[in-house]
């Protein structure tokens, strides 16, 4: 017989343009136990500005909060990490009480400081 397996480890897209929103996954309260959550964080932004340094908007980050809220516990990480070889993701403000993120900046980096 099968034995089933405890997922650990779970990560999603998250588009930042603001104008095709992606929605978090449904359900993930039924994966309880998770250690680390990768949240993807695509560019999209990038295209409507020139700046160098964008503030993903609270109303993009909201919804992946409002799923993540019963299944982030002390024990869980969330990595936050650029989709794209050239721009950073940053979550420099965690929520202290609840671990979820307040702020998250995408930041354009050099392809000299990758390589």
């Known amino acids: 017989m099968a034995q089933l397996q405890k997922q650990q480890v779970f990560g999603m897209y998250i588009d930042t ?8 996954i ?9 250690e680390d959550i990768n949240l ?5 932004a990038s295209r409507y ?10 109303n993009i980050i909201a919804p992946y909060n409002d799923a993540l809220d019963p299944i982030v ?4 990480t ?3 990490t650029s989709a794209n070889l050239t721009w950073i993701s940053a979550d420099l403000l965690k929520n202290a009480v609840t671990g979820l993120l307040d702020k998250v900046y ?4 050099s392809i000299y400081d990758i390589c």
């Open 17 to 24: 343009s603001g104008i095709r929103h992606t929605n978090p």
């Open 26 to 34: 449904q359900g993930l309260n039924n994966l309880a136990g998770l």
């Open 40 to 44: 993807y964080f695509g560019s999209e």
């Open 49 to 58: 500005t020139t700046a160098k340094a964008i503030e993903v908007g609270s």
């Open 73 to 76: 516990t002390a024990g869980t």
């Open 78 to 80: 969330l990595n936050v």
């Open 106 to 109: 995408l930041v354009k980096s």
